[in-house]
């Protein structure tokens, strides 16, 4: 459904970033993108949301198609509203808002009062623990709540395609493993997701296809098996020899 063909992309006319990224997001299926530290992962993200204006960057080559049309330079909100469900860097709480007002905010593609009603109860049954907040102020919830409001939030769209910027990032354990069920739990559901992790044993546990990016090109393009099982995967990004 994701098609990302020879991808370019460049900051402030000068630094390129995507160095020709090829990589799809089969219908149905979970797809982690790894590597290091700069190798253009957020990149992709913000590329493929229509975030490329906010950072002075462009797509000077190659094209990004969901389900065969270009997403290149579509605005992010006509994203959404095509079916692409964003959880960003940094979270971007809103934290003078409730967790249910939150939530509202990422219904704005669905006008239905029982649509919108339909996606809070999902919400809430996918992360029980946010009813009883549901009138805190984000700015008062722990990391790993205020992230299970972000990704509710980007479900209340309901999404076919779900992409994630490290959700694990700066999260306890215990919040990593339940990230990683929604996930799985999302896809189940028969979303598409497109998941950005550093956490390469997390991502790797709950997806179909990875690929590794280095220096902004793709290195790895494998099954999800082979690269839990691949030498250098496990030594490079998950500390086993
Ligand atoms: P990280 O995990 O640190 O977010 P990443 O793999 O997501 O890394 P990107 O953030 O996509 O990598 O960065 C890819 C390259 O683009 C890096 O060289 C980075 O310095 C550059 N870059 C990213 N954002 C900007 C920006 N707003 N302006 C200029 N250069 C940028």
Do not use: C, W
Not at 66 to 80: E, T, Y
Not at 126 to 151: C, K
Not at 205 to 233: C, M, P, T, W
């Amino acid at each position: 459904m994701l098609s990302i063909k020879n991808l370019e992309v460049v900051y402030d006319d000068a630094i390129v970033a995507l160095r020709g990224v090829s990589l799809d997001v089969p219908a149905g299926k979970v797809v982690a993108l790894l590597g290091a530290n700069g190798a253009g992962k957020t990149t992709v993200l913000r590329a493929v949301g229509g975030l490329l204006d906010d950072h002075d960057a462009k797509v000077t080559k190659g094209e990004i198609e969901l389900d065969g049309v270009s997403l290149v330079g579509a605005r992010a909100a006509s994203i959404v509203r095509r079916g692409v469900g964003q959880v960003l860097e940094g979270r971007r709480m809103f934290i003078e808002l409730t967790v249910e007002e939150s939530l509202l905010v990422g219904a704005f593609t669905r006008s239905g009062r029982d649509a919108v009603r339909r996606n809070l109860d999902r919400v809430y049954s996918l992360f029980p623990q946010l009813v009883d907040r549901r009138n805190v102020h984000t700015g008062y919830l722990s990391g790993g709540e205020q992230q299970m409001v972000a990704i509710g939030r980007a479900l209340m769209s309901e999404p076919s395609l779900l992409v994630l910027d490290e959700p694990s990032l700066g999260l306890a354990p215990r919040y990593v493993e339940r990230v990683r069920d929604v996930v799985a739990e999302i896809n189940a559901e028969g979303t598409s997701v497109l998941l950005v992790e550093q956490n390469a044993r997390m991502a790797l546990s709950v997806a179909d296809h990875g690929y590794v990016l280095e220096d902004g090109r793709v290195v790895l393009d494998k099954a999800a098996e082979d690269l839990r099982s691949d030498s250098e995967i496990r030594e490079f990004y998950l500390g086993v020899g």
